[in-house]
């Protein structure tokens, strides 16, 4: 593949880094959550999540990146790669130690419960999970033990949250 085409942004404040500042409700409304099709975004950090939204069909949004280090996996993103030094991406994600790559995806729609019953032969059933980061640690050790779905109840904690994609590092693709 060909080098990404980067937009290099020295000012944190630009315009552009709007949509990187988005809280999870920015991000995705709870209707958007619930809807089936796939609607709103959700953010991706680090290039293993990253990649693992890509490889799951996810289509980018956005990506912000390491000027100094711009990760393999912007080579395979069809969307606006953003870059900037360590500081633009602490101010831009809120993150003390910026990951270097972050990117918006579109949210994927969902399966039914009908068609995971159909093509799975274990599911990890959630109910009333709230914590991301304990949702993210289910999702990782389920995929860990080779466990094929996931259905959570609408009182628990999205799986496309930034803090379970991170904690579940990108295995809530594989589920």
């Given at each position: 593949?060909?080098?990404?085409?980067?937009?290099?942004?020295?000012?944190?404040?630009?315009?552009?880094?709007?949509?990187?500042?988005?809280?999870?409700?920015?991000?995705?409304?709870?209707?958007?959550?619930?809807?089936?099709?796939?609607?709103?975004?959700?953010?991706?950090?680090?290039?293993?999540?990253?990649?693992?939204?890509?490889?799951?069909?996810?289509?980018?949004?956005?990506?912000?990146?390491?000027?100094?280090?711009?990760?393999?996996?912007?080579?395979?993103?069809?969307?606006?790669?953003?870059?900037?030094?360590?500081?633009?991406?602490?101010?831009?994600?809120?993150?003390?130690?910026?990951?270097?790559?972050?990117?918006?995806?579109?949210?994927?729609?969902?399966?039914?419960?009908?068609?995971?019953?159909?093509?799975?032969?274990?599911?990890v059933v959630l109910e009333a999970v709230d914590n991301p980061a304990?949702?993210?640690?289910?999702?990782?050790?389920?995929?860990?033990?080779?466990?094929?779905?996931?259905?959570?109840?609408?009182?628990?904690?999205?799986?496309?949250?930034?803090?379970?994609?991170?904690?579940?590092?990108?295995?809530?693709?594989?589920?």
């Amino acid at each position: 593949m060909s080098e990404p085409v980067v937009i290099v942004v020295e000012d944190p404040d630009d315009e552009r880094f709007t949509q990187f500042r988005l809280n999870e409700r920015g991000l995705a409304s709870r209707a958007d959550k619930r809807d089936d099709a796939g609607a709103g975004l959700f953010l991706a950090e680090g290039d293993l999540v990253v990649q693992r939204a890509l490889g799951a069909g996810c289509r980018p949004v956005a990506a912000l990146v390491d000027i100094a280090r711009i990760p393999p996996v912007a080579d395979a993103l069809t969307c606006p790669v953003y870059a900037g030094g360590e500081h633009v991406r602490q101010v831009v994600s809120g993150l003390g130690m910026p990951q270097s790559i972050i990117a918006l995806f579109h949210r994927p729609a969902r399966p039914t419960v009908a068609d995971l019953a159909a093509r799975c032969r274990r599911l990890v059933v959630l109910e009333a999970v709230d914590n991301p980061a304990n949702v993210g640690a289910i999702i990782r050790n389920a995929a860990g033990l080779g466990w094929d779905g996931l259905i959570l109840d609408h009182t628990s904690a999205d799986p496309l949250a930034r803090r379970s994609l991170r904690v579940a590092m990108g295995t809530a693709f594989a589920l």
